[in-house]
């Protein structure tokens, strides 16, 4: 039978896993927030002929 995790084991195991959620969340928002730049720019690339 697996011994219990003593309380540091789990508050290590805790703020471990708070760190890769954080990673993961400011990830996804480098991401979003890159495509929507490059939306963006292509956006504007696209109505640039058309005010000529």
């Not at 084991?9 to 471990?16: F, L, M």
């Not at 979003?32 to 720019?41: G, T, V």
Request: hydrophobic share 45%; net charge positive.
């Amino acid at each position: 039978m697996p011994r219990p995790l003593r309380r540091t084991e789990a508050y290590r195991w805790a703020v471990g896993r708070g760190m890769l959620v954080c990673a993961l969340a400011w990830g996804l928002v480098e991401l979003l927030a890159l495509q929507r730049s490059r939306y963006q720019q292509w956006r504007q690339r696209q109505q640039a002929p058309a005010l000529k």
